[in-house]
């Protein structure tokens, strides 16, 4: 069975611009959520979605943003880039919506230059 | 504040020497912790979930406990394919399904 799949796995940017990340689920997950590592340190929560509507959200600025789809792929968005924004960007699924088990795929490695 | 933290930073062992690793906890209300496996650039591997004081799981060379405070995670005769870093993840009551993760244990296993 496929796992958790991400794209892309490498982005490069300048400071200023907007990136768009994208998730695909495990096959009859229906939660995806979104994550930040940065180097040395332990996955950040960023965003929650169940059945395309927004169920949690961590400590990030407005500029990060994201939704699910009807197939419960997800896209993560982030404007106005910041240097501070390079980081390994990690997508999780899980079967339901409450304290379920979260399986990662390998992760999209953004660098802001 | 709710805190994970684990320790050592950093550990490294000989092949089949024998060690733990420890994930201690100051949260309001658990409700599981999660133990996953990193390597280097890719995503978190699952390894283990524990609900409640006492509960303990095994995989391979692998094997995880749980308290009202802290976890472990031993580490039975490694070889260096388990070289990793290893972090632990706790859910807390009310926090739908954020992952709160300590900063992780770096384990090189040498030969």
């Known amino acids: 069975d496929a796992g958790v799949t991400q794209s892309p796995t490498h982005l490069i940017k300048t400071r200023g611009q907007h990136v768009t990340l994208r998730c695909s689920p495990i096959s009859g997950h229906k939660s995806v959520s979104w994550y930040q590592q940065v180097l040395g340190q332990g996955p950040q929560f960023i965003f929650q979605y169940y059945e395309k509507e927004e169920r949690g959200r961590g400590n990030f600025p407005d500029r990060f943003s994201a939704r699910q789809f009807p197939n419960y792929s997800s896209e993560l968005n982030v404007n106005a880039l910041l240097l501070g924004d390079s980081a390994l960007y990690l997508c999780?699924?899980?079967?339901?919506?409450?304290?379920?088990?979260?399986?990662f795929g390998p992760g999209t490695r953004l660098l802001v230059l | 504040e709710d805190q994970v933290t684990q320790s050592p930073e950093a550990l490294r062992l000989q092949e089949g020497e024998s060690s733990s690793l420890n994930c201690s906890y100051t949260?309001?209300?658990?409700?599981?912790l999660f133990w996953y496996r990193q390597d280097p650039g890719k995503g978190p591997e699952f390894l283990f979930t524990l609900y409640s004081a006492g509960e303990e799981k095994e995989k391979e060379r692998l094997k995880a406990t749980l308290t009202k405070k802290e976890s472990f995670l031993h580490i039975t005769a490694p070889k260096p394919e388990d070289s990793a870093t290893y972090l632990c993840?706790?859910?807390?009551?009310?926090?739908?399904?954020?992952?709160?993760f300590g900063t992780g244990t770096q384990l090189k296993v040498e030969l």
């Open positions: 999780a699924s899980s079967h339901g919506n409450y304290q379920e088990t979260q399986y």
């Open positions: 993840a706790v859910h807390l009551t009310g926090g739908g399904n954020k992952l709160t």
């Open positions: 949260v309001s209300g658990l409700r599981g």
